[in-house]
DNA sequence: AAGTTACTTTTAAAAGC
DNA sequence: GCTTTAAAAAGTAACTT
């Protein structure tokens, strides 16, 4: 009974990281207008957002390049694609022309992420016994949970899946779920999917 | 002294001011929703209890007044969603909803899930269906909700699915044409919604 | 009625309005 | 606060076919 569904639940959790959000620091400035003469798929409309917007097939990733030499690079599955990304772009934009001398400086921004702790989960009751938690079916069918520790949010669907957001390092994405799964179990708000 | 009495004065008369504006907006909002006296009595207060607060600066009255009168409508559960009340100003659902969220937090102010059940007499009233038939819709629910198949659905919609069925069962049939338009629905939602419902109630509609 | 596309929610950073 | 990027979850919406 109960220490089925907790091996159920304690031992099921699955993660995948979707999404990292990262941003680059080359100390240097850059002609954002001479990038964008130069280098091909780019746009560049000042007028509507001070970033080019650069984008790269292979690692599939979108980079905001900012004239102070700052960037932001979205998309990235994985820190090895994140890695990978930045020196495509720095290798793209050498090759046409752009001089780049500093070592770019990486740093994880925010991690988003999809879990499945596979047990049918009680927004109504969840939503009445958890702190922190908002759940607005007219709004969204998703319980938004904000965790302290780590502090990431949640949004929780009654089919048991989740999105883990504003992590900053991939280790708090599993343990965010470990967490909110024992806190719905011990909250009884959990229904195991498969009976026996 | 004369110039903090000067300085109390002049923020009373902008707290005055400001309330006096956002009655107005209350009392012209509330003839267009047909708002309960309740329910606009208690957005009053909320309003007041906001502005006290300081939580009116920097965002318009409007906005604030439409987030007090959601969150009363909540907190005495008069069904009334974000949409229709925006429809009403020029502010948007997302700006009126953020200033909600402000509100419950900010005044503590507890409120619980929408419940579908409160949103079927709106329905049926307007559609001049009977008293049986709103029996039936909430019993469809009841059911619905114990069984955990309403989780994450729009309310506005399972009350629409719900009153979908019980007319139908009870002979008093109306299109879901009908039914999703005073319901602030699409027909597709009532039908997804109705069919979800069907099969898992085991409920077997008349032929159509 | 099925299929598409697209919007709702959340997160973080960049430079500037 | 907004603007732009990306991504997932599940529901709803708006068009096409």
Redesign the pocket.
């Known amino acids: 009974m109960v220490t089925d569904i907790k091996r159920e639940i304690d031992l099921r959790p699955t993660t995948?990281i979707?999404?990292i959000?990262a941003?680059v620091i080359l100390d240097q400035s850059l002609d954002l207008n001479l990038i964008e003469s130069r280098v091909p798929n780019v746009?560049y409309q000042p007028d509507?957002?001070?970033?080019l917007?650069l984008?790269l097939e292979k690692p599939?990733?979108?980079a905001?390049i900012?004239?102070?030499?700052?960037?932001?690079v979205?998309?990235a599955?994985s820190t090895q694609q994140l890695i990978d990304a930045v020196k495509k772009i720095i290798k793209l934009l050498r090759k046409y022309g752009i001089k780049i001398v500093s070592k770019p400086r990486i740093q994880i921004?925010?991690i988003?992420a999809?879990g499945d702790i596979n047990a049918y989960i009680n927004l109504e009751r969840a939503a009445y016994l958890l702190e922190d938690s908002?759940y607005e079916?007219e709004?969204?069918?998703?319980l938004?949970h904000?965790m302290r520790e780590p502090r990431?949010?949640l949004?929780i669907?009654?089919?048991?899946?989740?999105?883990i957001?504003?992590a900053k390092e991939e280790s708090e994405v599993e343990t965010a779920v470990r967490n909110i799964a024992k806190k719905l179990l011990d909250l009884d708000c959990l229904l195991p999917k498969k009976s026996e | 002294k004369l110039r903090r009495w000067q300085a109390r004065s002049r923020i009373q008369s902008s707290i005055e001011r400001n309330l006096a504006q956002a009655m107005n907006e209350l009392d012209r909002l509330s003839d267009q929703l047909n708002l309960p006296r309740n329910v606009k009595e208690e957005a009053a207060r909320i309003y007041r209890r906001a502005v006290e607060k300081g939580l009116v600066r920097g965002r318009s009255i409007e906005s604030v007044i439409a987030a007090a009168i959601y969150a009363a409508c909540r907190e005495l559960k008069i069904p009334r969603t974000l949409d229709e009340i925006a429809k009403h100003t020029k502010s948007s659902?997302?700006?009126i909803?953020?200033c909600y969220?402000l509100l419950l937090k900010e005044l503590d102010i507890k409120v619980q899930t929408s419940d579908p059940i409160d949103f079927i007499p709106r329905i049926a009233h307007a559609l001049n269906l009977s008293g049986s038939v709103m029996k039936k819709a909430a019993e469809i629910l009841h059911r619905a909700r114990s069984l955990g198949v309403t989780?994450?659905?729009?309310p506005?919609?399972?009350a629409a699915a719900a009153v979908y069925i019980a007319a139908q069962l009870s002979g008093e049939r109306r299109t879901q044409k009908e039914i999703?338009h005073v319901a602030?629905?699409?027909e597709?939602?009532v039908?997804?919604?109705y069919k979800e419902l069907a099969k898992e109630l085991g409920i077997d509609l008349p032929t159509t």
Do not use: C, H, Y
């Not at chain 1, 509507?48 to 970033?51: E, I, V």
């Not at chain 1, 900012?66 to 932001?72: A, D, P």
């Open positions: 995948k979707e999404n959000v941003t746009s509507q957002f001070p970033g917007i984008r599939k990733t979108t905001l900012f004239k102070s030499g700052k960037m932001v979205t998309g599955k921004q925010n988003v999809s908002m079916p709004q969204f069918p998703g938004i904000r990431v949010v949004l669907f009654s089919s048991g899946k989740m999105v957001t504003g | 659902r997302k700006d909803a953020r969220r989780a994450g659905n729009d506005a919609g399972l999703a602030g629905v699409t597709v939602t039908r997804n919604r």
